[in-house]
Structure formats: structure tokens, C-alpha cells
């Protein structure tokens, strides 16, 4: 039961930032001509495109991880100890050359 309530809650979640995401390129896109004025303008301004990018990638990556973890996948997790230890090796010394001289 708590598995569905979950799975529910996650299907919610990947709706809600689906729209989001869909609102704020449907907005950028059909407003292209303000945006392009606005983004231009200099000084200050020249933050708009940064903040933008972050709100944009916080949507659409919410939206994905949500997506894909309710699609069932999800990221391989290790702990530490599972890992298998692996020392560093030395390589094998070269042969030194013997100089021989006869006199």
C-alpha cells in the first residue's frame, strides 16, 4: 500500500514539473521578440540569461529525475565496503646494462 501511495506521489511530482517545464518554453518561445529585447539590453540585464538557464535546468532536470525513477530507473548505489580494494603496483625494475671492460 505504501508502494502505491509512493508511486502516486512520483507520478504527481513528474506531471507538475512536466507542466512547468512546458509553460516556461511555451512562454520563452512565443514571447521571443521581448525576451531577445530584454536579454540584450546589457548591465544588468546580462544576469536575465544565467537566471533563466537555472530555472530552466531546475525544471527539466526535476522533471527527468522524477521521469526516469518513475519509470522505474534508478541510480546504481555502492556502499564503500562493496567496492574490492585495489593497491597500487609497481612496475617490474628494468635490468640494468653491465659495462665490462677489458684491458
Same mark, same amino acid.
Given at each position: 500500500?505504501? &508502494?502505491r501511495v509512493?508511486?502516486r ?5 513528474t506531471? +507538475?514539473?512536466?507542466? $512547468?517545464?512546458? $509553460?516556461?518554453?511555451? $512562454?520563452?518561445f512565443?514571447? &521571443?521578440?521581448f525576451?531577445m /529585447?530584454? =536579454?540584450t539590453?546589457?548591465?544588468v540585464y546580462a544576469? +536575465? ?5 537555472f530555472? =530552466? &535546468? =531546475?525544471a527539466?532536470g526535476?522533471f527527468?529525475?522524477n521521469?526516469?525513477s518513475s519509470l522505474?530507473?534508478d541510480a546504481l548505489?555502492? /556502499?564503500?565496503?562493496d567496492r574490492?580494494?585495489? %593497491?597500487?603496483? %609497481?612496475p617490474?625494475p628494468r635490468p %640494468?646494462? %653491465?659495462?665490462?671492460? &677489458?684491458?
Amino acid at each position: 500500500m505504501a &508502494s502505491r501511495v509512493k508511486k502516486r506521489k512520483l507520478l504527481v511530482k513528474t506531471a +507538475l514539473y512536466g507542466a $512547468v517545464t512546458a $509553460v516556461l518554453y511555451a $512562454v520563452v518561445f512565443t514571447n &521571443s521578440d521581448f525576451v531577445m /529585447q530584454l =536579454f540584450t539590453r546589457g548591465g544588468v540585464y546580462a544576469a +536575465l540569461p544565467i537566471g533563466t538557464v537555472f530555472i =530552466f &535546468s =531546475f525544471a527539466h532536470g526535476a522533471f527527468a529525475g522524477n521521469l526516469w525513477s518513475s519509470l522505474g530507473i534508478d541510480a546504481l548505489t555502492r /556502499q564503500p565496503a562493496d567496492r574490492p580494494e585495489v %593497491r597500487p603496483t %609497481r612496475p617490474a625494475p628494468r635490468p %640494468r646494462a %653491465r659495462l665490462r671492460l &677489458s684491458l
